[in-house]
C-alpha cells in the first residue's frame, strides 16, 4: 500500500536515492533539506512516516523530531533515522524525543523498504 | 701574536685529574721506598715507623680514591653546565624556529581549508548529479519492463496460446463443415453418374424401338402383298395391314424423337458430369491446402508468441540483474555522506587552527598550548562517525570503521 513519507537530509545524494529507493516500491516521497525546512513541510501536509538524518545544520535531526513531537497532528508520526551517528548515547537521544528506528548509512533498499512497511 | 686559547671545563678538569693521579702515585711511590730502607732493621720504633708508613700510603690511596670521584663529579657537572649551555642555545634556536614555522603556517591553513572545502563541494555536486542520473536510469527500466514478475508472463502467455488453439479449433470446424459439404457434392455425382447411365438405357430402348418398328412396317408390308394376292378375301386383312404400317411409322417417328431427347439430356447431363468432377477435384484440392495453410499459420502465429515470451524473460532477467547492480550503487553512493562529514569536521579544525596561528602570543606559550587542547577537544566534540572517535582514540582507519554494507534496522 502506497504511503506518503517525508525525507529529511542535508546531503542531495542521500535524498536521491531514499526517495529513488521508496518511489520504485510504490510511495509518495516529499524531501527537506534541514530540520526547518521539514518542519515547515509537516505544516502543511500530513505524512505516514518521516525519514530523518541526525547531524544537519539550523537544526539537527534530535531537535527537528524533539519539536514535531510538540505538535498533535505529529505526534503519532512514526520516525526513523537514517544517519552515520552509531553511538549508543545518539541512539539514547532519539529514544528520548520519540524515534522508533534507528538505521545506519550505508542502507541496502530492501532493508529499509522492510523497516518503511513495519513502520508506516 | 695569538691569544691564549681558553680551556673548557672538561678540559680543565681533566688536567686536575691528572695533577691528583701524579700526587697520588707520588704518595704511594715515596711511601713503598721508605718501608723499603726501614723494613730490614725493624724494630719497636721500626714498627712504629712502619705503621706510619702503611697509613702514609693508605692516606694516599684514600686521597687518590676520593679525589678521583671528585673528578668524576666535576666532569659530571661541568658537562651539565656544557649540555645546559648547548640547551639554552638551542632553546633560543627552537623558539626563533618555532616563530618562523608559526609565521609560514598562518598562510598556509586558509589554503588547505579552502582547498578541501572546494574539492568536497564538486564532490557533493558530482555525487548528487550522479545519483540523479541513476534515477533516471531505474525509472525508465521500471517503464520499459512493466511486467511485475515471470507467473504474469506465463499467464499472458498460457491465454495467447488459448486464442491461438481456438482459432484452430474454429479453422477446423470450418474445414470439417465444407468436407462434410464435399462428400455431399460426390453423393449428387454418384446420383449423376447413376441418372446418366439410366439414359443410356433409354438410348438403348429407343434403338430397339425403332428396330421393332422397322421390322413391323416390313410385317405389314408383307401382309399387305399377301392381302393383295388373297384378293377380296384379304381385303380387311390389307386395311389392317395399312393400319399396323401407319402405326409402326408412328413408333418410329416417336422412338426418332425419344432418341433424341434421350440424347440432349444425355449431352447436358455428361457436361455437368465433367464440371461437377473438375469443381470437386479443385475443391478438394483447396481444402487439403487450406488445412495445411491453417496449421502452418496457427504453428507460426504460436512460435513467434513463444520466441516474444522468450525474450520478455531475457529482458526481465536483465531487469532483475540491473536492479540487483543499482542496489548496489545505492549503498556505495552513500558513503559520500560519510567523508563529507568528515571533510567538514576538517575544515572547521583547519579555521581553528589558523585562529589559533593567528592569534598566538609569542610570549605566552600557554596560550597556544590551551589552543591546540581546546583543538583535540572540539575534534572529538564535533565527530559523528565511526572512523572519527576510532581515529582520534588511536585506531587505523581500518581499525575504526571497517566497511560495512548489511546494516540492520534497530527497532525501539
Given amino acids: 500500500m502506497s504511503k506518503t513519507i517525508l525525507v529529511v537530509d542535508d546531503s542531495a545524494s542521500v535524498r536521491q536515492v531514499v526517495s529513488m529507493t521508496l518511489k520504485s516500491a510504490g510511495h509518495k516521497v516529499v524531501e527537506a533539506i534541514d530540520g526547518d525546512d521539514a518542519l515547515a513541510k509537516l505544516a502543511n501536509a500530513r505524512f505516514n512516516l518521516v525519514v530523518s538524518d541526525v547531524n544537519m545544520p539550523k537544526l539537527d535531526g534530535i531537535r527537528f523530531v524533539e519539536a514535531m513531537k510538540q505538535r498533535a497532528e505529529h505526534r503519532f508520526t512514526p520516525v526513523l533515522m537514517l544517519t552515520t551517528e552509531s553511538s549508543a548515547d545518539k541512539k539514547a537521544e532519539g529514544r528520548a524525543v520519540g524515534v522508533k528506528a534507528w538505521l545506519i548509512k550505508p542502507f541496502k533498499p530492501d532493508v529499509l523498504l522492510s523497516a518503511v512497511s513495519k513502520l508506516a | ?412
Avoid at chain 2, 673548557?8 to 685529574?17: A, I, V
Avoid at chain 2, 486464442?163 to 446420383?191: G, H, M, N, Q, Y
Avoid at chain 2, 431427347?261 to 483447396?286: L, P, W
Avoid at chain 2, 589559533?356 to 600557554?366: G, K, M, Y
Wanted: glycine share 6%; proline share 2%.
Fill in chain 2, 1 to 412: 701574536m695569538s691569544e691564549p686559547r681558553t680551556l673548557s671545563t672538561n678540559e680543565r678538569s681533566e688536567q686536575l685529574s691528572r695533577l691528583v693521579h701524579l700526587q697520588a702515585w707520588t704518595g704511594i711511590g715515596l711511601g713503598t721506598a721508605l718501608a723499603g730502607m726501614w723494613l730490614p732493621s725493624i724494630s719497636a720504633n721500626g714498627l712504629y715507623s712502619l705503621i706510619a708508613i702503611v697509613l702514609f700510603v693508605s692516606l694516599g690511596v684514600a686521597w687518590s680514591i676520593a679525589y678521583r670521584s671528585v673528578i668524576a663529579s666535576c666532569r659530571i657537572t661541568a658537562g651539565r653546565i656544557e649540555n645546559g649551555e648547548s640547551n639554552s642555545r638551542q632553546a633560543n634556536e627552537t623558539v626563533a624556529c618555532y616563530d618562523e614555522a608559526i609565521a609560514s603556517l598562518g598562510p598556509l591553513v586558509p589554503v588547505w581549508h579552502d582547498t578541501i572545502q572546494g574539492g568536497r563541494l564538486r564532490m557533493e555536486t558530482a555525487v548528487a548529479d550522479l545519483a540523479a542520473r541513476f534515477d533516471s536510469i531505474h525509472e525508465a527500466l521500471a517503464i520499459a519492463l512493466d511486467d511485475p514478475d515471470a507467473s504474469a508472463v506465463n499467464a499472458r502467455q498460457e491465454a495467447i496460446h488459448e486464442v491461438t488453439e481456438s482459432a484452430r479449433a474454429a479453422f477446423i470446424t470450418l474445414w470439417e463443415s465444407l468436407d462434410a459439404s464435399a462428400k455431399r457434392d460426390e453423393e449428387a455425382l454418384a446420383v449423376i453418374d447413376s441418372l446418366s447411365q439410366q439414359n443410356q438405357s433409354l438410348i438403348t430402348l429407343t434403338t430397339e424401338i425403332r428396330q421393332i418398328a422397322k421390322r413391323i412396317n416390313l410385317l405389314s408390308l408383307n401382309a399387305a402383298i399377301e392381302a393383295t394376292r388373297a384378293g377380296d378375301a384379304g381385303h380387311g386383312f390389307s386395311v389392317v395391314a395399312g393400319e399396323v404400317r401407319a402405326l409402326a411409322a408412328q413408333s418410329a417417328d416417336a422412338g426418332d424423337r425419344i432418341e433424341a431427347v434421350v440424347a440432349g439430356i444425355s449431352e447436358e447431363v455428361e457436361t455437368v458430369m465433367q464440371q461437377a468432377h473438375a469443381n470437386f477435384e479443385s475443391s478438394r484440392e483447396a481444402r487439403r491446402a487450406n488445412r495445411t495453410v491453417i496449421d502452418q499459420t496457427i504453428d507460426g502465429i504460436n512460435q513467434r508468441f513463444d520466441a516474444l515470451a522468450e525474450e520478455t524473460k531475457v529482458l526481465m532477467d536483465l531487469r532483475d540483474e540491473m536492479s540487483h547492480e543499482i542496489a548496489g550503487v545505492i549503498v556505495r553512493l552513500q558513503f559520500q555522506d560519510e567523508l563529507s562529514q568528515v571533510l567538514t569536521h576538517v575544515e572547521a579544525a583547519l579555521a581553528e587552527v589558523h585562529h589559533i596561528l593567528d592569534s598566538a602570543d609569542p610570549e605566552d606559550a600557554r596560550s597556544f598550548a590551551e589552543g591546540a587542547h581546546q583543538l583535540l577537544g572540539n575534534l572529538k566534540r564535533r565527530a559523528s562517525t565511526d572512523l572519527e572517535r576510532g581515529v582520534i582514540a588511536g585506531r587505523t582507519p581500518a581499525q575504526a570503521a571497517p566497511i560495512q554494507t548489511d546494516n540492520q534496522v534497530e527497532f525501539f
